[in-house]
Structures are given as C-alpha cells and as structure tokens.
Nanobody
Framework: QVQVVESGGGLVQPGGSLRLSCVVL????????MDWYRQAPGKQRELVAV???????DYADSVKGRFTISRDNAKNAVYLQMNSLQPEDTAVYSC???????????????WGQGIQVTVSS
C-alpha cells in the first residue's frame, strides 16, 4: 500500500517563506513525475510546479521566480520551497506523483491529503 505524506504548511506573513515536503511511502519502484497542486477557496485546482525523474522542472507563471521544486529520488520525496509568499498563494497544497510499485508496470496516480498554506498579516 502506498501512502503520500505532506508536511510544512501553516500560517506565514506576506513576504515570508515556507517549505513543503512530501514523501511517498510504500514499495515504490519508480516515480516518473512528482508535482504540487493547489486549490484556493472558490477556485479550480491548479498545477503549481512539476519535476520529472530527470530533474526537468516547470512552474505556473504565478509562482515563477518565487517557488522552487526539488526531489530526492532515494527518499521518494519532493519539496516545494516557497519564497516571497503573497495572500493570493493561500490555498490547500497537494502532493501528487505518477509511478508504480515493485512488481508492476502500470503507472498509477498517487495523491496526498493536502496541506493548508495561509498567507496573512
């Protein structure tokens, strides 16, 4: 069984920083893509940042230059460093990965429960 565990959210003042962490636990063979989504109240879920297993990255225009995604393949972990946070970054952030467990070849989507990030003075 695979479990996705997120941590690092919370309340921060505008201009501050937070670092989100996500670990995929279980008999993972490979994770091809790992990314972070967010959903603000009343808005659609949006892709914030993505990183492939060859460390190619991409970001939403709204976070470019402020957020940095990274991963540790040995730990099946992905991180999101968020700097210069603004109130419009307030949302539930969810970790997502596409991969497969040992003994299988079919890619599966794995999702975390989501973690609240609130930017407010």
């Amino acid at each position: 069984q695979v479990q996705v565990v997120e941590s690092g959210g919370g309340l921060v003042q505008p201009g501050g920083s937070l670092r989100l962490s996500c670990v995929v636990l279980g008999s993972i063979s490979e994770l091809f893509v790992m990314d972070w989504y967010r959903q603000a109240p009343g808005k659609q879920r949006e892709l914030v940042a993505v990183i492939t297993n060859s460390d190619l990255t991409d970001y939403a225009d709204s976070v470019k230059g402020r957020f940095t995604i990274s991963r540790d393949n040995a730990k099946n972990a992905v991180y999101l460093q968020m700097n210069s946070l603004q109130p419009e970054d307030t949302a539930v952030y969810s970790c997502h990965a596409i991969g497969h467990i040992i003994g299988t070849i079919t890619p599966v989507n794995y999702w975390g429960q989501g973690i609240q990030v609130t930017v407010s003075s």
